[in-house]
Structures are given as C-alpha cells and as structure tokens.
C-alpha cells in the first residue's frame, strides 16, 4: 500500500505541474494514463462501478466525479483531482484541489481551509482515538470559517479494496456510535468542501457532482495508516 499511494502521489504531481490556463482536462487524463503505463499500475477509477476514465476532474462548482473532457481550463478557475491505481492487489487513492494561474483570495482561501481541514483530520488518525475525532476535526476547522462540509460524500477504508469499511464523513454524523481506531488501518480521508450550501445535484452524465448553488468546492485527499507511533500519510512524495 505504501507503494500504490507513493505512485498515486507521484502520477498527481506530474498532472498537477500540467495545470494551467489553456490547458484541457483531457489532457491532464492522457498523462495519466501514460504514467500509468510506466509505472506498469492499473488505474484504480476507470472501469469502477462504471466510471470511465482514470481520473476526476471536478471544475470550479464541481465537487467530485468531474469527467475530463476538451473542456480549456481558464485563468482564475480551480480544478479538482482525484486518482488512484491499483499495485500488485492493493490500492493508492488521492486528491488535490490546484489553481489555475492567478485565482481570487475567496478560492484561494477555500483551498487553504480545506487542505488545512485535512491536516488537522489526519493529526487525530491515532490509535485509540474515535473515527469521528478525525470528523469532528474537519467539519469544525471548515465551519469556524463560514464555509460548507459536503455530507453526501465521505472518505473511506483502503485496502485490497478500493472502498471499504469504515466510511469516513466529513462530520460527526447524529446518533453516531464510537468506532476506535487501531493500529493497522488504512482510511482515505478526503474533506469536500463549499463555499456555499452543502446541497448537492448529479448532472446529466450521471456522474459528475456540483454544488446545487453553483458555489466554488475544494478537494483534497490522503490515505493514511494508523500506526502505533501516530498517523503516517501513505499518499505523498
């Protein structure tokens, strides 16, 4: 799993340096797939369930499950990516939210705030500790600024399994019973976040998700192993 995540991160980077005004997002999907190849991985998304590419793109409004297309990305725009292959039988998943060129203080914070979420949700990923300590971390980093946890889609187990157990909200869910984390886990923990309501539409192809306002949503995600020692994050370089 170490290795799947290291090459998820890898191939994340190099998509992300592609970013940039003019660019498509079919683009940022072709190099995917030829890192993919060189790294002799299957990419995780397409095919699953359906979903037909490697990648999410998710633009601006779009929250996740963004399909990459000849669609130019334009200056000031931001663009959510989320990736993931498979590696000898097991799974690497991630995401990023990048800035297309110069981007407003609004967006800019948005992404500040939710990857600042994400740190501070993985610090509680430790032995011992409830699952929801990582929720509750999260969605109150995200609404002490005003801003919108998605609650129709969480993080996840990661495994030999793309999805597994448990679900990882973004929010402490009502009811909730305690879920301690041992070591040994793996969960994807991945805020999803909106400026604005935290409603939510799937438009037409079924797949790709938007804020029902049509505010700006920011990404960002890390699988991460619970370890005696603390949390360590399997998806970065």
């Known amino acids: 799993m170490r290795e799947a995540n290291r090459i998820a991160a890898n191939v994340l980077d190099e ?38 590419y490697a990648l999410c793109c998710s633009v601006n409004e ?12 334009l200056e000031g725009d931001i663009v959510s990516i989320d990736f993931g292959v498979k590696f000898q039988g097991f799974y690497g998943d991630t995401a990023r939210t990048f800035p297309v060129g110069s981007i407003s203080e609004g967006a800019a914070h948005l992404l ?31 609404e002490a600024q005003g801003f919108s946890v998605i609650k129709r889609f969480v ?20 009811n909730s019973s305690r879920l301690p984390l041992k070591p040994g886990m793996v969960i994807a923990i991945e805020p999803m976040v909106a400026i604005g309501t935290d409603q939510v539409e799937i438009l037409s192809d079924g797949w790709t998700a938007v804020t029902k306002d049509r505010s700006l949503s920011a990404h960002f995600e890390h699988s991460v192993a619970i370890t005696k020692d603390g949390p360590f994050i399997l998806s970065q370089m």
């Open 155 to 174: 993080g996840h187990g990661i495994g030999r399994m793309l999805h597994e157990k448990p679900e990882v909200p973004n929010f402490v869910p009502k």
């Open 62 to 73: 779009e929250i996740v499950h963004g399909f990459p297309s000849k669609r130019e990305l």
């Open 112 to 142: 500040e705030v939710t990857l600042d979420s994400l740190k501070l949700g993985i610090e509680q990923a430790v032995p011992g500790n409830d699952l929801y300590d990582v929720s509750r971390a999260v969605q109150e980093r995200v």
């Open 15 to 52: 998509v992300g340096c592609l970013v940039a005004p003019g660019v498509t997002t079919w683009e940022l999907e072709e190099k995917a797939i030829e890192l993919c190849a060189a790294f002799d991985v299957i990419p995780a998304f397409k095919g699953y369930l359906g979903f037909p």
